[in-house]
Structures are given as structure tokens and as C-alpha cells.
């Protein structure tokens, strides 16, 4: 069987190549190749930074088409104005042959004419089926992230909080820094942040940005440490908890997956959340109560964390066990063997 993968890029290093369907081949032992629309394969997987209206296309006898889309570009409004400006930006970056207006309607296309679509939630699931009946929610695969496990709750002066992902995003702790400042006062807090030291600053490619410029104007007391697979989790557990705060006003952001969520507690790490769906189903079948939906409680639950060690411990163990079981390897394993059995 010829399979094709269009990757978020080509030397394979996006955390959607490195976390998704590559890495399931690669567990199952099936060759792949960056798909060429001009070739024909048996199998062939699309990710949104393809060019959709190629894909779309594509009809060489059999075969069939996954489309793996896991951002929530559906909650979006059709009239919003950066939505709008994304397929001329797309056009722009090369990522597209020919320019266009509506990545709504592109996106719609490419989920009418794929066979299946593996996305992140069930909530993603639901805004997807009326274009495809044969969608599949898988969260990423993270066994390369989770090299360390927290084993020492105990906290020292200052407390240590710990956030991990694009530098891009870390525009978000502007939700949380009246709470960072107002607990800072009474008890001293270190924020640690895995992340690029810069990053493009649109599309993530053109214009260069620090990671330091972005988070400063909300909280003075920072250090940025390098992102790798190997410094992740090495820093993640010498901190006390992590945060993972994001806008519940915008559509793109409230619809992001539990990834993040079950990364660190993969870890053992406690965790405080913003109550996106994702992190507040997730709480509940965790049995947790650590997702916020205002300030309030975001500073409330963070000063308890912050003088409660039985219950950091608690929320790092309970987390772990809960997240080894739900989304184990093999289980998301065999949500992609699923998948390809309806093909």
C-alpha cells in the first residue's frame, strides 16, 4: 500500500507531524512518503497547512483521504476578520497555489471530500460530522514529552509555576496577570515558561518576536527555558504546578483539546486550567475541580495549590493515574486502527 502524508512541514519537526499521524506509522511499521498530488497512493493523510483546494481534488482511482484537523477552525465565525484574511495569508506563505478568501469554505471542501477525519474532542467531532459522518477524535501521542515524573510535592519560597507550548500563546497569560500579581503579594511566585526564545510572530513564520517582550508586560518574575522533548518534563516536575490559561471569549482558543491538560499530568504535575469544554470535561471524568472560569477562581484555587501540598499531591497522582489509563498509548493506537479499519 502507497500511503502519502502532507505534512505541517517538511523536515517533519511540527508537533502535528511529530504527535500524530507520523509517529503512528512509525509504531506500526507503515512506510509513508510526502504526498505529491500529481502522484497516486492508496492512502493518503492531509493536514490543514496543505493546500486544500489541490486536495480536495484529488480522485486517482481508490483512494482515499484522511483529513487530521485539530484546531477548532469551525467555532470561528464565517465573518471574522482574521478568519478572512487566512487564505490570502495561506496564498501568501506558498502554502497555496492559487488565492482565496474563504478558509471556511476550504476547509468545509476538504472535510466534504475526505473518506475520514481524525480531529482532537468530541466537541470537535460534533461541529465536524454534518460534513463527514466518519470522524474519529484522537488526542496526540506524548511518550516522547513525559522523559521525567514528579515524585517530591513538597514546595519551597518561591513557588514555582511552570507553562509549556508556542511562544505565540503566551500572549494568554494577559487572562491571569492580575492573579499572579495579587497571590505574588502574599506568596512569592516564580513563573517558568518552555517555550521558543523567539518565534515568528505572523503565521508563525515571517517576523521575529521574543518569547520575553510577549510575557513581561504581565509578570516580571520569568524565566524562559529552551523548548526541547528533553527539557519539557525535566522542568516541568522540579516546578510546583502548572497553568495553562487561555481566553474563554474567543472561539479558536476556548475550542482547544485536553492535550495539554494530560501532557502534564502524564508528568504528575498538578494542573490549573482555564474551563474551556476540553479542560472542564476532562476535570470532571478526572474527577478534579481545577478549571476556572473567572479570575475569582483562578486566584482562589491557586492559593489553594499553593498551601495545600496534600492537595498538589493529590491532583498530581489522581491526574497521572487517570491519564495513563484514558489516554495511554495503545489506546490511541488503536483509535487510529479503528479509523483506518472504516477505509
Same mark, same amino acid.
Request: charged share 30%; with cysteine; net charge positive.
Given at each position: 500500500m502507497r500511503i502519502g502524508y502532507v505534512p505541517y512541514s517538511a523536515d517533519l519537526q511540527r508537533p502535528g507531524d511529530r504527535r500524530r499521524f507520523p509517529f503512528y506509522a512509525r509504531r506500526r511499521g507503515l512506510a509513508f512518503e510526502l504526498a505529491d498530488p500529481r502522484e497516486s497512493y492508496d492512502l493518503v493523510v492531509v493536514t490543514?497547512?496543505?493546500?486544500?483546494?489541490?486536495?480536495? +481534488?484529488? +480522485?486517482?482511482?481508490?483512494?482515499?483521504?484522511?483529513?487530521?484537523?485539530?484546531?477548532?477552525?469551525?467555532?470561528?465565525?464565517?465573518?471574522?476578520?482574521?478568519?478572512?484574511?487566512?487564505?490570502?495569508?495561506?496564498?501568501?506563505?506558498?502554502?497555496? +497555489?492559487?488565492?482565496?478568501?474563504?478558509?471556511?469554505?476550504?476547509?468545509?471542501?476538504?472535510?466534504?471530500?475526505?473518506?475520514?477525519?481524525?480531529?482532537?474532542?468530541?466537541?470537535?467531532?460534533?461541529?465536524?460530522?454534518?460534513?463527514?459522518?466518519?470522524?474519529?477524535?484522537?488526542?496526540?501521542?506524548?511518550?516522547?514529552?513525559?522523559?521525567?515524573?514528579?515524585?517530591?510535592?513538597?514546595?519551597?519560597?518561591?513557588?514555582?509555576?511552570?507553562?509549556?507550548?508556542?511562544?505565540?500563546?503566551?500572549?494568554?497569560?494577559?487572562?491571569?496577570?492580575?492573579?499572579?500579581?495579587?497571590?505574588?503579594?502574599?506568596?512569592?511566585?516564580?513563573?517558568?515558561?518552555?517555550?521558543?526564545?523567539?518565534?515568528?510572530?505572523?503565521?508563525?513564520?515571517?517576523?521575529?518576536?521574543?518569547?520575553?517582550?510577549v510575557i513581561s508586560p504581565h509578570f516580571s518574575a520569568a524565566t524562559i527555558h529552551p523548548w526541547s522533548e528533553e527539557s519539557v518534563s525535566a522542568v516541568a516536575t522540579g516546578c510546583d504546578v502548572a497553568v495553562i490559561p487561555l481566553p474563554l471569549d474567543r472561539p479558536l482558543e476556548r475550542g482547544k483539546s485536553e492535550n495539554k491538560l494530560v501532557s502534564f499530568w502524564r508528568m504528575g504535575m498538578p494542573a490549573l486550567t482555564s474551563a474551556t469544554p476540553a479542560y472542564a470535561r476532562t476535570m470532571r471524568q478526572a474527577g478534579q475541580d481545577l478549571s476556572c472560569a473567572s479570575p475569582a477562581e483562578w486566584t482562589e484555587k491557586l492559593t489553594d495549590l499553593v498551601e495545600d501540598r496534600g492537595l498538589r499531591e493529590r491532583a498530581g497522582r489522581s491526574g497521572r493515574e487517570f491519564a495513563e489509563d484514558a489516554y495511554g498509548e495503545e489506546r490511541l493506537l488503536e483509535a487510529w486502527d479503528r479509523m483506518l479499519a472504516t477505509l
Open positions: 490543514p497547512r496543505a493546500d486544500t483546494d489541490r486536495w480536495c +481534488r484529488y +480522485r486517482p482511482g481508490e483512494a482515499k483521504v484522511v483529513f487530521d484537523i485539530v484546531d477548532s477552525y469551525l467555532d470561528i465565525p464565517r465573518h471574522d476578520a482574521k478568519a478572512l484574511l487566512r487564505g490570502p495569508a495561506k496564498f501568501l506563505a506558498r502554502q497555496a +497555489r492559487h488565492p482565496f478568501f474563504s478558509y471556511r469554505a476550504a476547509l468545509e471542501r476538504m472535510l466534504e471530500r475526505a473518506d475520514a477525519v481524525t480531529c482532537a474532542t468530541p466537541e470537535q467531532a460534533e461541529a465536524i460530522r454534518p460534513l463527514c459522518a466518519n470522524v474519529h477524535p484522537i488526542l496526540d501521542f506524548q511518550s516522547q514529552l513525559v522523559r521525567r515524573v514528579k515524585g517530591d510535592y513538597d514546595a519551597g519560597v518561591p513557588f514555582r509555576i511552570v507553562w509549556e507550548g508556542l511562544g505565540e500563546n503566551v500572549r494568554w497569560f494577559s487572562e491571569i496577570a492580575p492573579v499572579l500579581r495579587e497571590v505574588h503579594a502574599r506568596h512569592p511566585l516564580e513563573l517558568h515558561l518552555v517555550t521558543a526564545v523567539e518565534f515568528g510572530a505572523f503565521m508563525q513564520r515571517f517576523g521575529r518576536r521574543t518569547t520575553a517582550s
